[in-house]
Nanobody
Framework: EVQLVESGGGLVQTGGSLRLSCVVS????????IGWFRQAPGKEREGVSF???????VYADSVKGRFTISSDNAKNTMYLPMDSLKPEDTAVYSC????????????????????WGQGTQVTVSS
């Protein structure tokens, strides 16, 4: 059974940093596209950052230069360190995964991903 469990969310002031982690089980990162979405209250889900199965990293324009996605195969964990946080980064962040054959590489569309974590809240105060 595929499972994804996020951690690392919390409350931080503007300009601060957080590092989200997502421990996965039931699959390895080989042949999977993985990444992060976020959803703020009253807004649609937004694709934040992704790693394709061939190692390419994709970022939303809104987080380029501030967020850095990575993964550690030995620990079955993906990470999202977030720096220079802004109030508009406030959202529930969810890690996702999908077998690469079934997804457009690096796609920011939620319906491309069939495995989701439960989400972790990130709140940035002004």
């Amino acid at each position: 059974e595929v499972q994804l469990v996020e951690s690392g969310g919390g409350l931080v002031q503007t300009g601060g940093s957080l590092r989200l982690s997502c421990v996965v089980s039931g699959f390895t990162f080989d042949n999977y596209d993985i990444g992060w979405f976020r959803q703020a209250p009253g807004k649609e889900r937004e694709g934040v950052s992704f790693i394709t199965s061939d190692g390419r990293k994709v970022y939303a324009d809104s987080v380029k230069g501030r967020f850095t996605i990575s993964s550690d195969n030995a620990k079955n964990t993906m990470y999202l360190p977030m720096d220079s946080l802004k109030p508009e980064d406030t959202a529930v962040y969810s890690c996702v995964a999908a077998e690469s054959w079934g997804v457009v590489a690096g796609s920011p569309h939620p319906n491309q991903y069939d495995h989701w974590g439960q989400g972790t809240q990130v709140t940035v105060s002004s």
